[in-house]
């Protein structure tokens, strides 16, 4: 799904521009834990909202995070709960870092992509380089 994104959108793939292309509305509200964000829809309306007390970084991965079951929703993959979560994760991780040099390390991924340690280590788990050593 992220390669269609990046031909489609001709490498740079802009979290914004899809919901615009999409047809997705974006909001922020209080979710008060019950989730980061989550994607909507309902009638003719499509809606991603977002934790409003997120940083950034944050924002933006969840961003991703929700397009993923959007997608997914718009192909009707059949996965499981779990299944989806972790693919909406590496999607995001994937989008938040799409050129990472796999023989970096996670300070390093996370420093060059401006992300969190959690966003970095998806992102190397995703290639199936991470171990746990990489962190020390
Ligand atoms: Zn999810």
């Known amino acids: ?3 269609y994104l990046v031909i489609r959108y001709g490498g740079f793939v802009p979290a914004i521009k899809i919901c615009t292309d999409e047809h997705i509305v974006i909001r922020e509200r209080l979710l008060d834990g019950i989730a980061r964000g989550m994607y909507l829809e309902g009638g003719n309306i499509k809606a991603i909202v977002l934790e409003r007390r997120l940083s950034e970084i944050d924002r933006i991965y969840t961003l991703w995070h929700e397009l993923y079951h959007y997608f997914a929703s ?5 996965e499981s709960f779990r299944a989806s979560e972790a693919h909406a994760n590496y999607f995001a991780a994937l989008s938040c870092c799409p050129h990472v040099d796999i023989n970096h390390i996670i300070l390093t991924i996370a420093e060059d992509n401006n992300v969190t340690f959690e966003i970095a280590r998806l992102r190397l788990q995703y290639e199936g380089m991470y171990q746990f050593n990489l962190l020390h």
């Open 1 to 3: 799904m992220h390669d």
């Open 74 to 78: 718009v192909h009707k993959k059949n």
